[in-house]
């Protein structure tokens, strides 16, 4: 038998002897009782020795597959041309589980085989089959060994595999976020020149623009909500100017922020000029919010713009994220912040232009109270002329209420109060006893009723408690401002008496002259031949503030009068004494505490006999009111001259920054329609035309705001040349040559051969442009014609058209600043109502000339410009602001004819 063993000895006991003999330890490990009988081993031993061979044999196969199909996934991912780079980027998953339990199973499996072979070789009858077993074991051993190799290998670039596919996982997102960030710039870009330029375009409307800029930043940066707010002038709320709602395309406003609800988001806006909330549930700043705010809105991340304008938060732009948190990027915080910029350009261009309009009201009001104010004195000066010069009666001047308005020096002499005193008071107050109340009270009501009183006698009560009888006449009149008021006329009856009585002249009449002295509402001062005050009056003594004892004996000059006017005051008070009369000088006194006032005095003597040398009189007049009340007019009207100026040189200044990047996107259109840039199609040619002739009417006009706001400054020069004015008509011709054939009109010019101007160039070619161009552009069908002629030292251009025509009552607007006459053409035709202003403020300030209007509605106009042919650098008028246009004179006829000239010394 291929298997048997020596037929003398029994299986297990050879086994048994050998194997104890000669492997101790291994038998009594494996087989630890002795009694054990392992006769099925050696009966089975080729048949367990083929299956585990076997079971080897498959595992190999199984590693060999398993390695194929790794190899082969490798390949047709990264080796294989008709696979796309797009699967690189999936993962592949290594079987390490799967390679581990076969490595373990062939592991157990050698073992298992190398035991075996081991423990049976020795009973096999033909060796050669241990031979090729032990062969057969180092055989899968070895290819094993490889297997398991290719298999880690294999594990290593699974490996590198997967680190590449995170890195193309990176590479990818990194160039998904760097093409998000471009379009977002752009559309970004594209945001702010779009605000910039609607900015230039309504500066004057800063709802429409902050409307504007809400909804464009929540379309740049995809947010749900926007809102403009802006700080109250206390600074202790934010009020909203706009609220957009993207989703409901809506235009709202919300209700006020209180600092004291919310300091620490006030706190945050005053520190940072964008603050970035990425979760609002977490941030500092947005904590005080409450819940159902956010929750309500379901906003979930915020971005703020904070507004600043000199140094100081004045707004805050808010942008609310809804569904969630957001993370926002650096350029969405850099563009959050130039809407911020746009938005405080906005707001300083409305506060310009809201003190500019205050200023020019504040100019208008107190012109308007100046004027009221001069004509009041000019009519109260009138009356109290008047009343001083032709009225020996007392004459009071009284509204409804019976109230004093005026009163006449006499009426202050006989009834003892002064004007000052007895004006607001009434009749009744100032003369009104308990025997002459009923009296009184029938005479109001008799005047009331339009009644006129004529020689009522009446017992009034003087300022000292005494009564004097007046024969009163009274009557109610209208004045100019149709105001009712009552005119009382009383002649004093005891003058009369005093006349009958001869006896009593004397006493009268130093009675009489003691009262006046005494009551006069003016200081009176009695000064004898050495300067030396003798008499004062009372009011004399309460304006020097001086006691009468302290003042009696005193020096006047030296007392009174200021060291500024003691000389003035010496030399008069020397020519008065002499017996001139002086009325009106002014002096500048003083009183006890040193305090300074002017006053305006009258100086004379008075010589009681013969050989008296007389004492000198002095009436003084405090007119420091008076003064301070003039200098206040005339800072005032300096003050609005002055910001008259500022004005125009505001708008020049800005008009020239305006006029700058305007010159250079005129500039790149050109280059960009030239084809210098690239090829355009037709549709990109025309969008960009019509940006480009917008542009330049954009340009015309800005420099007709520079020049009449540098000729209202006072900053435009008159450059005088030498020149043909055909070929100036042939350039003006040329310049509108592409209107005129638009339109089919024909342009004549009649001019004189070679006659040579000596004027500016320049301005004249603009005045004569500006006519021609309004004379083509109102003329539907026709002719203009251009006809030049002389008439001794004096230039006539008459621009003659077949237009419109110009009604009498336009006639009246045709020159003033921003006018445009209503007409069928004015929609189709661009303009501002400058044009003609300018030309008319060219020719008279800048070229000493003229211009007429002669024009018949429906059948046409004509145009006249005169003036000189040579004119000197220095005719030019000065200056006069839009406020100041003079009235226009009108020759209303048939046909209507306007005349605008400069002076009447320079016309023809």
Not at 408 to 429: D, L
Not at 547 to 555: E, H, P
């Amino acid at each position: 038998m291929l298997f048997s063993t020596s037929p003398q000895a029994k299986p297990i006991d050879f086994y048994t002897s050998d194997l104890l003999a000669q492997y101790p330890r291994i038998f009594a490990l494996i087989y630890p009782d002795y009694q054990f009988s392992l006769s099925w081993i050696i009966t089975y031993k080729f048949e367990f020795a083929l299956a585990i061979l076997f079971l080897l044999a498959a595992i190999l196969l199984a590693l060999l597959l398993l390695d194929w199909q790794l190899r082969k996934v490798v390949v047709q991912r990264f080796l294989s041309p008709t696979f796309s780079a797009v699967t690189t980027s999936e993962q592949i998953d290594y079987p390490t589980q799967k390679v581990w339990l076969i490595g373990m199973l062939f592991v157990a499996c050698l073992i298992i085989f190398y035991i075996h072979m081991l423990l049976t070789y020795q009973f096999y009858a033909d060796q050669r089959y241990v031979q090729w077993m032990s062969v057969g074991f180092f055989v899968f051993v070895l290819y094993g060994s490889y297997l398991f190799g290719n298999l880690k290998r294999s594990k290593q670039l699974e490996k590198l595999i997967n680190k590449l596919h995170m890195q193309n996982i990176d590479k990818n997102i990194m160039q998904e976020k760097l093409q998000q960030s471009e379009h977002r710039l752009q559309m970004q870009n594209a945001s702010l020149a779009h605000l910039a330029a609607m900015q230039i375009g309504n500066w004057q409307n800063p709802e429409a623009i902050f409307r504007e800029i809400a909804q464009v930043s929540a379309e740049a940066l995809d947010v749900e909500r926007v809102s403009v707010w802006r700080f109250n002038d206390r600074f202790t709320q934010l009020e909203c100017l706009g609220l957009y709602i993207k989703s409901k395309q809506l235009h709202t406003v919300s209700m006020p922020l209180a600092a004291a609800d919310l300091p620490a988001y006030f706190q945050h806006l005053k520190q940072s000029r964008v603050i970035s909330i990425n979760d609002v549930y977490q941030h500092p700043a947005t904590a005080e919010f409450t819940q159902a705010y956010l929750q309500d809105n379901n906003i979930g991340a915020m971005l703020d713009g904070t507004i600043w304008l000199n140094n100081e938060v004045i707004g805050v732009i808010c942008h609310e994220h809804i569904n969630g948190p957001r993370e926002w990027t650096l350029d969405e915080q850099n563009f959050v912040g130039s809407i911020t910029d746009l938005a405080r350009l906005t707001l300083e261009a409305h506060k310009r232009q809201q003190v500019e309009d205050s200023l020019s009201h504040q100019q208008k009001h107190l012109e308007t109270i100046v004027q009221k104010r001069t004509a009041s004195i000019e009519n109260n000066a009138k009356l109290f002329r008047f009343l001083v010069e032709r009225a020996p009666v007392t004459i009071l001047y009284m509204n409804i209420a019976n109230e004093i308005i005026e009163m006449n020096p006499e009426a202050e002499r006989v009834s003892g109060y002064s004007r000052e005193f007895a004006i607001g008071k009434t009749y009744h107050e100032l003369f009104g006893t308990e025997q002459n109340k009923q009296q009184l009270s029938d005479l109001d009501r008799q005047v009331a009723y339009g009644k006129k009183i004529q020689g009522e006698e009446v017992t009034i009560r003087c300022a000292d408690g005494s009564t004097i009888e007046l024969t009163v006449s009274r009557s109610m009149e209208m004045d100019d401002d149709n105001n009712p008021v009552i005119i009382s006329i009383g002649q004093d009856m005891s003058k009369h008496k005093a006349l009958e009585a001869n006896a009593q002249k004397l006493v009268e009449s130093e009675r009489r002259y003691s009262y006046i002295v005494k009551h006069a509402p003016l200081p009176i001062i009695i000064i004898d031949k050495k300067g030396r005050i003798i008499e004062a009056n009372p009011e004399a003594i309460s304006d020097a503030g001086y006691s009468r004892d302290a003042m009696i004996g005193q020096n006047f000059i030296e007392l009174l009068v200021a060291k500024e006017s003691r000389k003035k005051a010496v030399a008069t008070s020397a020519r008065a004494m002499k017996g001139e009369d002086f009325r009106a000088i002014e002096l500048l006194l003083q009183n006890s505490a040193g305090e300074k006032y002017e006053y305006q005095c009258s100086l004379g003597a008075v010589v009681e006999s013969a050989g008296d040398e007389g004492q000198l009189v002095a009436i003084a007049l405090d007119i420091s009111r008076q003064k301070s009340l003039q200098a206040s007019l005339i800072t005032a009207r300096e003050a609005a001259e002055s910001a008259d100026r500022i004005k125009s040189m505001f708008v020049a200044s800005m008009s020239h920054e305006l006029r700058t990047p305007l010159n250079s996107i005129i500039g790149f259109l050109g280059v960009v329609l030239q084809g210098m840039s690239g090829e355009l199609n037709l549709k990109q040619k025309d969008q960009l035309s019509r940006a480009y002739h917008s542009a330049q009417h954009l340009l015309s006009l800005i420099s007709d705001v520079i020049d009449i706001s540098k000729i209202e400054a006072g900053f435009l020069e008159v450059h005088i040349e030498k020149f043909e004015l055909e070929l100036l008509l042939a350039e003006v011709e040329q310049a509108i040559e592409h209107i005129s054939a638009e339109k089919n009109i024909e342009i004549t010019i009649n001019s004189p051969q070679y006659l040579t101007l000596e004027t500016d160039r320049k301005r004249l070619y603009q005045v004569i442009l500006n006519v021609v161009s309004n004379a083509v552009k109102y003329t539907t069908k026709g002719s203009v014609s251009i006809e030049a002629s002389v008439d001794k030292n004096w230039l006539s251009v008459a621009v003659t058209d077949t237009g419109i025509g110009i009604g009498e009552a336009d006639l009246a607007r045709l020159f003033q600043p921003f006018e445009r006459i209503d007409s069928p053409l004015k929609i189709k035709t661009l303009g501002t109502g400058l044009g003609l202003y300018l030309t008319r403020k060219i020719l008279f300030q800048l070229l000493a000339g003229t211009v007429e209007v002669q024009s018949e509605l429906g059948k046409g106009s004509t145009f006249t410009i005169k003036l000189p042919i040579k004119i000197s650098s220095t005719i030019a008028e000065p200056s006069v602001s839009i406020l100041d246009e003079p009235t226009t004179p009108i020759n209303t006829s048939a046909k209507s004819t306007l005349t605008l000239t400069n002076t009447e010394k320079n016309r023809p």
